[in-house]
């Protein structure tokens, strides 16, 4: 997973696999609290799975400000950037 549609692609895959979520929702804008009903326990199940997913070490404070698909994919590209 280098790019940001494979990113994309990869959580839709877990919203709606683990979390029941409707795919036709899901879109990089989606708020992943308000319109996907995503709560804080959900959010930190879903930071397991990606750090799982890219080996990459996610830290609460890079989650913070998270509220849509678009800021998740970005902090995981950043941090795939950081690494490299």
Partial sequence: MHSYDEIL???KTILVEE???DEALITP???L???LDL???DAVDLIVRLQNMTQLKVKAEDF???RT???VINVILRL???QA
């Fill in 80 to 82: 795939m950037k950081e």
């Fill in 19 to 21: 979390f029941e979520c």
């Fill in 39 to 41: 709560d804080s326990i």
């Fill in 9 to 11: 692609n990869a959580i």
């Fill in 64 to 66: 913070r400000q998270i």
């Fill in 33 to 35: 609290f308000e319109t």
């Fill in 29 to 31: 804008d989606v708020n």
């Fill in 69 to 71: 698909l678009d800021d």
